[in-house]
Each structure stands twice: as C-alpha cells, then as structure tokens.
C-alpha cells in the first residue's frame, strides 16, 4: 500500500521560505514521477512542480522561478523548497506520486501552508 506521508509545513511571513518533504513508502520509489499540488482557496487543484524518474523538474506557473524540486531516491523523498512566498500562496499542499504523466497515482494527506502579509 501506497503511503505518502508530507511534512515542513507552516506559518510564514511574506517573503519568508519553506521547504516541503513528502516521504513515500509501498512504492519503488526511483521509477515514480512524483509531484507537488495544491489547492488555494477559491481554485481547483493544481500542479507546483513534478519531478521525473531521471531527475528532471518541470513546473507549474504560479510559483516558477521561486521553486526548486528535487528528490533523493536513496531515502525515498522528495523535496520542494519554496521561496519569496506570498500571501496568494496560502493552501493546502498536496505530494504525488504516478507511473506517467497521464496516470493519477495517489496522494498524501496534504499540508497546511500559511503566508501572512
């Protein structure tokens, strides 16, 4: 069974920074996409960032260029460090995990993020 367990979650001040860890078990782990979601108040789930077998990161919009992705395939991890938060960036973030792209995969239980202004 499938286990994603997020952590590093909080409250932050605006321009503050914060560094997410999603720790999975149940899986084999290096051959997994594994991805970065969130739901913001009055939006639908959306993607941060994903990361893909080999180590390539792709990410979403509303956060480029103040996310790093990575994952350390030896302790089963992965890795979002965000920085420059805003207030907009206030949800629930949500870790990943799928074979490709077009599967669904399975999810963590999510984790609070609070920016203040």
């Known amino acids: 069974q499938v286990q994603l367990v997020e952590s590093g979650g909080g409250s932050v001040q605006a321009g503050g920074s914060l560094r997410l860890s999603c720790l999975a078990s149940?899986?084999?782990?290096?051959?997994?996409?594994m991805g970065w979601y969130r739901e913001t108040p009055g939006k639908e789930r959306e993607l941060v960032a994903r990361i893909f077998y080999g180590g390539t990161p792709g990410y979403g919009d509303t956060m480029k260029g103040r996310i790093t992705i990575a994952r350390n395939n030896s302790i089963n991890t992965v890795f979002l460090r965000m920085n420059n938060l805003h207030p907009e960036d206030t949800g629930v973030y949500y870790c990943?995990?799928?074979?490709?792209?077009?599967?669904?995969?399975?999810w963590g239980r999510g984790i609070q993020v609070t920016v203040s202004s």
């Open positions: 990943n995990e799928r074979r490709a792209v077009s599967f669904e995969g399975s």
């Open positions: 149940g899986l084999d782990f290096p051959r997994y996409l």
